[in-house]
C-alpha cells in the first residue's frame, strides 16, 4: 500500500514539475535566444522519476538593424564571461558596447573571442587564450609608408618627337635675286646688302633670343676678316658658338638662302631667334625676321601618384616617358611637387618595348632598382620599386597605335585612419573601417559546440553551462563548425505555444488521475482500518 501511496505522490509532484516548467516556457515566448524544456518521465526501482531537458533546436531569426545584434545560424553557442569569472554558453545576441568599449550583453556579461593586433599578427584562438571583446573609438590604423607602386595603361606608338625649328621669313640672294646665297657667299655681294654702303671693318648684326628653357642669349657678330668673318658662313658660325651662342642646344644652317635654326633635341622648347644690324654701322644690310616653322613636339605622356612615407604624409610624385627617335624606346622621369627631395641618380632611367608592344625592361639610367624619395617632415627615406609588366591582375604598360592611357594602377602605402565603423562576418571577424580607406581584423568572435547541446544546463537568463553529458566545449570560429554569425538579427524563441498548451493538457489529465488514485488510496485506507485489517 505505502509503495503505491508513493508512486501516486511522485505522479503528482512530477506533474506539477511539468505544469511549471511549461509555463516557464510560455513565459518566455518572447525572450531572445530562449530555448524551451520538455520533462520525461523514467521508471526507476519501481520509482517514477521526472527528467528535464532541452532539446536543441533553431529558433527563427529577426531583422533588428542593430549592428551588435548578433545571431547564431548552426547549433554553436556564443560565450559569455560573468564578473565572478564564470563561463557561459548562450545564443541570446542581443549585444552593445558598454561605456568601457567591451562588447557585452544584458546581464553585464562580456563576450568572448580573441582580440587582433591590426597591425598584422594573427590572434591566438585557443580556449585558454579567450578574452573579452572590445573595441576602442579611439583606435587608429598606423601610417604604412609605400613601397610599391604599378603602372599601366598605353604609350601611343604613333607619336613621334619632333624639334623645333625657326627659318628665316626670305632668303639670302645674290646676283640680282637668281641665285640662293651659301654658306661661302660674301655678305657685300648679298643682293640684300647696298651697292653704295657696303659693311666695313667693325660693322655689327646682333643676334638675340632665347634657349630652349627660356633662358636669354644675345651675342654680336662683327664684320671684318681680323674679327668674326666676312661670310655668311662665319654669320652662322657666330650663332652656333657653344660658349656664346645656341650651339649647346640648336645647330643653324643655310637652306635655300634661308638660315635655318633646329633644336639638337626633339621635344616642348622656348628657343627663339632674331637679327637685326646696329643702325650705327657705316654699312647697310637687310636682315630677315625669324619664325618658328615647326613646333617641338616631344610625344610626353605624364600621370601623377599620391605616395605615403612612415608618418602618414601624402606625397605627390609625376611620373613622366617621352617617346625618343628610337622604336620602342621611351625615357621616363619622376619629379616631387613639393620640396620632397629625389636622389638624382634614381629618378630617370629607359623603358623599352618589343615589336608586339609589351615592356621587355624597365631600367634606371645610374643601376639602380628603385626609387628613394627624403620627405621634408621627418619621416624615414621612402623606397619606392616601380613595376610595370603585366600580371595576374592587370596589363601593366603597352605600346600600340591607340591613345596614350598610362595610370597608377594601385600602390601599397597609406595614411593613419581613425576608425569610422565595423562590420561582423559571418565567421565572427569583426572588421573596422578606416577613414584612410582600409578595412582591418579587430577581433574576433568566438563561438562554442557540444557532441550534445541537449544535456547542456540552463542558468540564470538564456545561458548555459557545460554537464558530463553535453561534454566539453569545442572552441573556435563559426565556419570551423559549419555555423554562421548573422550580423543584425536576433534568434528568437523557438518555444511553440500549440505545443505547449496540448502538453498543459496532457498533464492536466496526468496530475487529475494521480489525485484520483491518491483518492482512491485514501478510500481503501479507510475501510481497512474500520474492518481492523
Known sequence: MSQALSSALAGLQGQMRTMELLGSNIANINTVGYKSSRMTFLEALGQVIDVEYTPFKQGDLEATGFQTDLAVRGESFFVVDTPEDDRYYTRAGAFFFDEEGALVNSSGYTVQGWMSNIN??????????????????????????????????????????????????????????????????ELNSLDETSNIDLLIDGDEIVINGTDHEGAPIETVFTYGAANDGTTLGDLIAVINDPVTGWGLF??????????????????????????????????????????ETSEGFTGRVSTSAVIYDTLGESHNLVFEFTKTELPGQWTWSVTPSGDEVIHDDNSTGSIYFNDVGQVTSFVYDNGYSRIEMEPVNGGAEVALQVHVSGSEQFTGITQFNSNSTLAVRKHDGRATGELTGFEIEEDGAIMGSFSNGVSLKLAQVAVGEFTNPSALAKVSGSNFIETIKSGDVHIGKADAFGSTIEQGYLELSNVDIAEQFSQIIEAQRAFQASARVLSTLNQVIQESTKLGL
Open 120 to 185: 598584422g599578427e594573427e590572434e591566438v584562438q585557443t580556449l585558454a587564450n579567450l578574452e573579452d571583446i572590445h573595441l576602442d573609438s579611439n583606435l587608429k590604423a598606423e601610417a604604412l609608408a609605400s613601397q610599391n607602386l604599378w603602372l599601366s595603361g598605353n604609350l601611343s606608338s604613333g607619336l613621334v618627337p619632333t624639334a623645333q625649328i625657326w627659318t628665316a621669313g626670305f632668303p639670302f640672294t645674290e646676283e640680282g635675286g637668281v641665285t640662293p646665297a651659301t654658306v661661302a657667299t
Open 250 to 291: 640648336a645647330t643653324a644652317t643655310i637652306m635655300d638662302g634661308k638660315i635655318r635654326m633646329e633644336d639638337n633635341v626633339p621635344g616642348d622648347s622656348e628657343t627663339s631667334l632674331n637679327m637685326y644690324a646696329k643702325p650705327s654701322n657705316t654699312g647697310a644690310i637687310s636682315i630677315p625676321y625669324y619664325e
